[in-house]
């Protein structure tokens, strides 16, 4: 008896290997530098594509169009404000580049029906899969300088966020023992990564998607939150005073910025980390690479009334819009990946792979489609 294996075309193809596939490349990177870049290649070949396709059918969302009105307005403010040409080209890169490509992947996999969030459990299982498979084999190399779980990754971070992501999706696409294992897996290694951000907003979902809200549980939740954020300072490997020093040093001088940069910021190429390039910020005695949060970061960088109105139009896609056209448990599925991304991942909003969820699912709204003449 033969097996058939489902038909399936190149663009699916390509988009199994972008979403579920990635975390391979960095897997190999130890041995093939250059690995992790075939990732950019699909993003960039798909996202053409996908344009190309949108272009030719003439069939596309209105938000497409509000979108670029962002991302227009996003280049002419940080334009105005940069000092450096490649710092501020990699952050375009970030903010409007890869979200850009992300969006038009979005729509020709919708088109096309192909489940998106699906594809990121897989993916997300199988990092956690080449993840203990790499503990296994280099166990000293899966701790970084501060004994931070990071595996093949560059930081703690993105083993993290992945496990996150993994134990999230598998609320929707597992029961069982199965979603029992996922939850312990997904627990541990976050615990070793030291990320307390990604374990607090994890617990606070799962009581989201657990529970119908009243004021007894939101008074349960709230100390909840605040007992297990203390509790987990005893058993993370950075010490939560010494933290908690220096980030307040950064948000005084977010403050500070925010106070004399209110409507255009200071730009987006002022610090950051490329690689193992270190850029600093220095001012008002204050001195800093990152804001440690993506929303205090493009606040910062872009001032306050455009990344104020930027990410009001974002949640209202994710949640008003959503709850008139689709189903409850997708709207919901989609708003806790938003704000867990958001939330954990620090100073980054486009680059990181899994922000492809986020853009991706952010254009599929059937009913706001229009054909242009």
């Known amino acids: 008896m033969k097996v058939r294996f489902p038909k399936i075309s190149l663009f699916e193809a390509c988009l199994i290997i972008l979403i579920v596939i990635t975390p391979l490349f960095y897997f190999l990177h130890d041995w093939v530098s250059e690995a992790k870049f075939i990732k950019d290649a699909i993003i960039i070949g798909l996202g053409f594509v996908?344009?190309?396709?949108?272009?030719?059918?003439?069939?596309?969302?209105?938000?497409?169009?509000?979108?670029?009105?962002?991302?227009?307005?996003?280049?002419l403010v940080s334009f105005v404000n940069y000092s450096d040409a490649f710092f501020y080209a990699v952050a375009m890169r970030e903010m409007i580049v890869y979200p850009f490509l992300y969006m038009c992947i979005g729509v020709m996999a919708y088109k096309k029906g192909i489940d998106i969030n699906k594809l990121i459990f897989y993916g997300a299982l199988f990092c956690i899969g080449l993840m203990i498979v790499y503990a296994v084999m280099f166990p000293f190399k899966s701790f970084g300088?501060?004994?931070?779980?990071?595996?093949?990754?560059?930081?703690e971070h993105l083993p993290a966020i992945y496990a996150g992501t993994l134990f999230l999706?598998?609320?929707?696409?597992?029961?069982?023992?199965?979603?029992?294992?996922?939850?312990?897996?997904?627990?541990?290694?976050?615990?070793l990564t030291g990320t307390r951000s990604v374990l607090a907003l994890l617990f606070l979902l799962y009581i989201m998607f657990s529970l119908k809200f009243s004021i007894k549980q939101i008074l349960l939740l709230s100390v909840s939150c605040l007992g297990i954020y203390f509790l987990m300072s005893l058993y993370f490997t950075r010490d939560l005073f010494y933290n908690l020093e220096g980030r307040t040093t950064q948000y005084e001088l977010a403050y500070i910025l925010l106070k004399e940069h209110f409507f255009l910021g200071i730009g987006v190429d002022k610090y950051g980390v490329l690689g193992g390039v270190y850029k600093t910020f220095t001012y008002a005695g204050h001195s800093t690479v990152t804001m440690d949060s993506s929303f205090i970061k493009y606040f910062v960088n872009l001032g306050v009334p455009l990344t104020f109105s930027y990410l009001s139009y974002l949640f209202l896609k994710f949640w008003i819009v959503p709850l008139?056209?689709?189903?409850?448990?997708?709207?919901?599925r989609r708003l806790m990946l938003f704000a867990f991304l958001?939330?954990?991942?620090?100073?980054?909003?486009?680059?990181?792979?899994?922000?492809?969820?986020?853009?991706?699912?952010?254009?599929?709204?059937?009913?706001?489609?229009i054909k242009l003449n």
């Open 342 to 369: 958001m939330g954990a991942v620090t100073g980054k909003f486009g680059a990181y792979p899994l922000n492809m969820i986020f853009f991706m699912n952010i254009l599929m709204d059937k009913k706001q489609y």
């Open 145 to 155: 300088a501060t004994a931070r779980f990071k595996s093949f990754f560059p930081r």
């Open 50 to 75: 996908s344009l190309l396709e949108i272009i030719n059918q003439r069939y596309i969302q209105r938000a497409f169009f509000v979108l670029i009105v962002f991302f227009v307005l996003i280049f």
């Open 169 to 191: 999706t598998s609320l929707y696409y597992t029961k069982g023992f199965f979603r029992l294992a996922i939850a312990i897996i997904s627990f541990i290694i976050v615990m």
């Open 324 to 332: 008139k056209n689709v189903s409850y448990r997708t709207m919901f």
